[in-house]
């Protein structure tokens, strides 16, 4: 199969603040704008923005995850652990609204990651995943697969 890139379409409150989210403080490339709508390239993925008020999810939603409360509808990216502490450094000195701040999870697991998950503040979570190696995402223990 020949390389892919995927493809993401979501509603936004704001196209502003997500010019700013998106292309300032995540440093995301602006790709084609058309009335109500900007794309970007998110970390080698292409995103679009769509100015839907009323379409936006937010909080209101149901959260999953023990200590760390992740809205169930959300988006993100899984990156090496050097791009994640670049990435949570951007969003640090920014001053983002976080959802749940930099944190271990599954620690000693062949999953082990970094974690963080903001706002946009145009009504999406955003989560980043850090891993040593990120096709790690997939592993699972022998207990937890499931064989034919």
Known sequence: MSATLFHFSFAVND?????????QVLQCVEGRTLQGRVDYNFFGHHIVAH??????????????GGALSTPLRHFGVVMSLAD??????LMEKAGVTWINKPSVTQQGSVREQMLM???DDCGNAIEFKGLNTITDVYAVRAAESVTA
């Open 51 to 64: 100015l839907a008020p009323d379409d936006i999810v937010g909080e209101k939603g149901r959260k999953i």
């Open 84 to 89: 994640f502490q670049q990435t949570a450094t």
């Open 15 to 23: 196209l502003d603040r997500a010019r700013h989210f998106y292309g």
């Open 117 to 119: 998950t903001v706002s």
